[in-house]
């Protein structure tokens, strides 16, 4: 049931707002809701969009999905379970009254499509095919023409997965930039050799930061071996014996942890510390419906990975889906960010011989990041009935499959945008910018004193970490043979190069 308050007196709901109200759908509320003023002018807040009274559907079912199709995009969890609560003549009765009509044919492919039902309708006559996803309200996948609806499916999923992102202003303009061409052409400068270090330094830096999101600090060794698993990602097509090997490159203890899908309930949170009863912030997908989410999830990776879904979204929503479903006992968080880089390199955005340091900007950007997470998870607290075991684990008692494979992605891809524009336009330019720097000041040690390579090394590291002046314990210690003068000339060039 809507509880908002309706943005202004006199106002009337309308579409998918009217839709649940009248059949007491429980599902989660979409992001905005459509109100049909009495005023003649049409705007907008965070939550409403209003509408004049020459907008108002007729007040039937078919008059308000009509409406919400046409004005508000599609929400396949809405009408997934609008589908489960009316009868098949009410829904053929409806689709037959204007059966050419697009909104009609968008209707009757949809009920088809998620109930797997074939309504007594016969075929369309042959026409001009209609995109089911309007481009103008939602980001279309690649287009999958059904000859009997006249339509053209392009979802960006398939029917065991299928997230959606509304068109936004923000996410529009991150598209437009171009990030990907625009993070060639700067490389396209660089020296390989520096490439090559940037890379190399970027990818350890991006292994560990994952690490460090899930409050650990691995060895080196573990780090830089992460680090070359991620660095291959996008190589092989995604598959469930591909996501159990990289479970395994994760857990390297396993007597403790459950391997492959999860065969009981699962949370993230806290226990209560007297009573050890679970306190969920997160939810995890039923174990029985892990072969359905994670099978769709899969398929939708291959259907994204050819067309021209922008990558930056396909990214969210197969990394994001993944960390909602929580398809494994331990381990998922790591395998969410490796999905991250697998989807931007299998689609082509990020360069060939690069890594875009995501998980790095996740980190400076955890509260964002923890938002964002929560954003999906928090209000489906509320719509998932469970009770605690004895183990201290969650058991879930009702259905909740369509809250995992049909969710509104929009601040999640956001969100991501923010960090990959980041990485780009800040993290990838200062790295090559450092060691250009860093060569600049090693061929001038090399040229004006005789100094093995390590030597020099662990100058430029001293000077860095003393911001541009040698320590006294260096001078006495490991430089003491160099000579004020000497020392003066490396500072003062260290400064020259690195501007402090």
């Known amino acids: 049931m809507i509880n908002r308050i309706l943005p202004e007196q006199g106002a009337v709901l309308a579409g998918y707002a009217e839709l649940i109200n009248r059949y007491k759908l429980n599902v989660i509320l979409p992001a905005r809701f459509a109100a049909i003023s009495t005023k003649h002018t049409k705007y907008s807040t965070d939550e409403w969009q209003v509408f004049t009274p020459r907008h108002a559907p007729d007040d039937t079912l078919y008059g308000h999905l009509v409406f919400a199709i046409r004005y508000e995009g599609i929400e396949l969890a809405v009408l997934k379970s609008l589908f489960d609560c009316i009868s098949v003549p009410n829904l053929e009765e409806a689709v037959l009254s204007e059966p050419n009509g697009i909104y009609a044919r968008r209707i009757w492919f949809l009920y088809e499509y998620l109930q797997s039902i074939q309504l007594n309708i016969p075929d369309i006559k042959p026409r001009k095919y209609v995109g089911l996803i309007d481009g103008k309200l939602q980001y279309p996948g690649p287009s999958r023409p059904s000859k009997r609806h006249g339509i053209n499916n392009n979802l960006p999923g398939v029917k065991g997965f299928c997230p959606l992102i509304y068109r936004t202003e923000k996410l529009d303009k991150f598209i437009e930039m171009d990030l990907s061409k625009k993070a060639s052409e700067n490389m396209g400068t660089v020296h390989p050799d520096v490439l090559m270090r940037a890379a190399s330094f970027l990818l350890l830096k991006d292994s560990k930061a994952s690490y460090a999101i899930e409050g650990e600090t691995p060895p080196h060794n573990r780090a830089e071996r992460w680090g ?214 090693k061929s001038f040690i090399n040229s004006y004193i005789d100094m093995p390579d390590h030597m020099a090394d662990l100058l430029i590291r001293f000077l860095q970490q003393n911001e541009g002046t040698l320590s006294k314990r260096a001078k006495n210690k490991e430089f003491f043979e160099l000579t004020e003068e000497e020392v003066s000339a490396l500072e003062n060039k260290f400064n020259e190069f690195f501007g402090t």
């Open 228 to 441: 070359s698993i991620i660095g291959k990602a996008g190589q092989s097509p995604l598959s469930k014996f591909g996501l159990e090997g990289l479970q395994k490159e994760v857990i390297t203890d396993t007597r403790f942890v459950h391997m492959s899908y999860r065969t009981e309930g699962g949370f993230i949170g806290t226990h209560d510390r007297s009573t050890n009863l679970p306190i969920p912030d997160h939810i995890s997908a039923k174990a029985e419906d892990l072969d359905i989410l994670i099978d769709g999830l899969i398929d939708t990776t291959a259907l994204l990975k050819d067309g021209d879904y922008p990558p930056v979204l396909a990214a969210t929503l197969i990394a994001f889906g993944f960390v909602f479903i929580h398809p494994f006992e331990d381990g998922n968080g790591r395998l969410h960010r490796y999905l991250l880089h697998h989807t931007l390199m299998e689609t082509g955005f990020t360069p060939k011989e690069m890594v875009f340091p995501v998980s790095a900007m996740i980190l400076e950007r955890i509260s964002e990041y923890g938002q964002a997470l929560e954003a999906y998870s928090k209000p489906r607290l509320s719509h998932i009935v469970w009770r605690p075991n004895d183990k201290g684990n969650v058991e879930v008692l009702n259905e909740t499959l369509d809250l995992y494979r049909f969710f509104d992605a929009t601040k999640q891809a956001e969100f991501l945008y923010e960090c990959v524009y980041e990485t780009v336009t800040k993290v990838l330019p200062q790295e090559v910018d450092y060691l250009q720097k860093y060569d600049q000041l």
